[in-house]
């Protein structure tokens, strides 16, 4: 489904992004962990192409497409998302109106046609149950005084509705309580099918022990160091990254 070769990205001219080579397939779960300033939203955003980043080398496809060409909306209609790292404020819309247009202008892009006001309520009601969010929480306007607990359920809601192909969540490192790890996890195991795939993206590893990914990758000074299995999660918490730099470095 992805293929990122050789890829190289800068912002304002420094290099962050030094040579990742990296395959999902669909069905799989995939985790990126790596100490604070590794790379790991620089790639989220790389994918998601948000423009302040510029590819220097190498290639992206996803679904044999080269996306590097494409506009971050053209990306987003192909079916990649990129929940968390930006959570958004927009007063006054509220989230029902905002998503029934997205998943309009996905339909469209997919050759859909559009859902009227009825259809697209009971699609909602669906998904909803699906993700155990509360309806009351979708009249309120787009995340305007969500906790971050709601931020997380909405985001969900919004991944289980636009029905992403290739999901990635960036966690920003502070401000995940217990609860809407859960909440994050279980949208992710409930949205989870063959046809689809996830990048988690984690500086701890505890929201792993909700995900169980397929794959753990751990990025370090923007490439990726080292691939294992989720044991390699459990070996970074118990262990911190210092053994990896070690044997980066040649050291016994
Ligand atoms: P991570 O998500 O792994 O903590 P980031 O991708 O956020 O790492 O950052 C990687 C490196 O890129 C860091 O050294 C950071 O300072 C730098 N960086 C990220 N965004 C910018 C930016 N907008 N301007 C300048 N440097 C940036
Ligand atoms: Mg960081
Ligand atoms: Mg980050």
Known sequence: ?????????????????????????????????????????????????????????????????????????????????????????????????????????????????????????????????????DQKLLSRALNEGFSGGEKKKNEIFQMAMLEPTLSILDETDSGLDIDALKVVANGVNQLKTKDNATIVVTHYQRLLDYIVPDFVHVLYKGKIVKSGTKDLALELEAKGYDWIKDELSGAT
């Open 1 to 133: 489904m992805l293929s990122i070769k050789n890829l190289h990205a800068a912002i304002e001219g420094s290099p962050i992004l030094n040579g990742i080579n990296l395959e999902i397939k669909a069905g799989e779960v995939h985790a990126i962990m790596g100490p604070n300033g590794s790379g790991k939203s620089t790639l989220a955003s790389v994918l998601a192409g948000r423009e302040e980043y510029e590819v220097t080398e190498g290639s992206v496809t996803f679904k044999n497409k080269n996306i590097l060409e494409l506009s971050p909306e053209d990306r987003a209609r192909e079916g990649i998302f990129l929940a968390f790292q930006y959570p958004v404020e927009i007063p006054g819309v509220s989230s029902t109106n905002f998503l029934r247009t997205a998943v309009n202008q996905v339909r469209e892009y997919r050759g859909q046609s559009p859902l009227d006001a009825v259809k697209f309520l009971s699609l909602m009601k669906e998904k909803m149950k699906l993700v155990e969010i």
